[in-house]
Nanobody
């Protein structure tokens, strides 16, 4: 069973930055696609960013140019650098990893942007 532990969430003023981290257990990290979803208050969970096995990345239109996803295989960790944050980015952020037996999720980390 893959375990994911997220960190880095918190309260930030509009225009500020945060970096989320997601540490994965096991040695599967470099062979699996990973990414981040978020769930804003009253909204459905939505994909924010995805990074493939080869390192290619995709982003939601709403975060393009502001968020950057990256991975450190040596640390089994995927990151989400979030810049120019605004109130619409307030959400619980969840990381995930795709495995041979399905998708595993982290517990979520709260990001609150004050205007």
């Amino acid at each position: 069973q893959v375990q994911l532990v997220e960190s880095g969430g918190g309260l930030v003023q509009a225009g500020g930055s945060l970096r989320l981290s997601c540490a994965a257990s096991g040695s599967i990290f470099s062979r699996n696609a990973m990414g981040w979803y978020r769930q804003r208050p009253g909204k459905q969970r939505e994909l924010v960013a995805h990074i493939g096995v080869g390192g290619s990345s995709t982003y939601a239109d709403s975060v393009k140019g502001r968020f950057t996803i990256s991975r450190d295989s040596a640390k089994n960790t995927v990151y989400l650098q979030m810049n120019s944050l605004n109130a619409e980015d307030t959400a619980v952020y969840y990381c995930y990893v795709n495995t041979d037996v399905g998708r595993s999720w982290g517990q979520g980390t709260q990001v609150t942007v004050s205007s």
